[in-house]
């Protein structure tokens, strides 16, 4: 099992940033890769970028692009999302997850429960 405790979510005004966590406890192996996702309401949860847990590879939507960085501390036990230049179209509730990598909800397995992000246009 892993468990992931999402923090740091707040309301922030437009071209702000917020700095989100997600600590990871569990087994290590079973994470092939880290996740952001967010879900802004009516709509489905959407993939905001990924980190291979191996070497530390990113990728991110083109929506948060030059915007959002993905990092992991030296102990490897907490990934943030550092969100600069924060639009109103960001608002959602932002999710960490664990599993194989890919960009789909699918492929991850375990999931926290979310932090609410709100960008007031």
């Known amino acids: 099992q892993v468990q992931l405790v999402e923090s740091g979510g707040g309301l922030v005004q437009a071209g702000g940033s917020l700095r989100l966590s997600c600590t990871i406890s569990?087994?290590?192996?079973?994470?092939?890769?880290i996740a952001w996702f967010r879900q802004a309401p009516g709509l489905e949860r959407e993939p905001v970028g990924t980190?291979?847990?191996?070497?530390?590879?990113?990728h991110y939507a083109d929506s948060v692009k030059g915007r959002f960085t993905i990092s992991t501390d030296n102990t490897r036990t907490t990934v943030y999302l550092q969100m600069n230049s924060l639009k109103p179209e960001d608002t959602g509730v932002y999710y960490c997850?664990?599993?194989?990598?890919?960009?789909?909800?699918?492929?991850?397995?375990?999931w926290g429960q979310g932090t609410q992000v709100t960008v007031p246009s």
């Open positions: 997850a664990a599993g194989h990598g890919g960009w789909e909800t699918d492929d991850y397995d375990y």
């Open positions: 980190i291979t847990w191996s070497i530390g590879t990113t």
């Open positions: 569990g087994r290590t192996f079973s994470r092939h890769a």
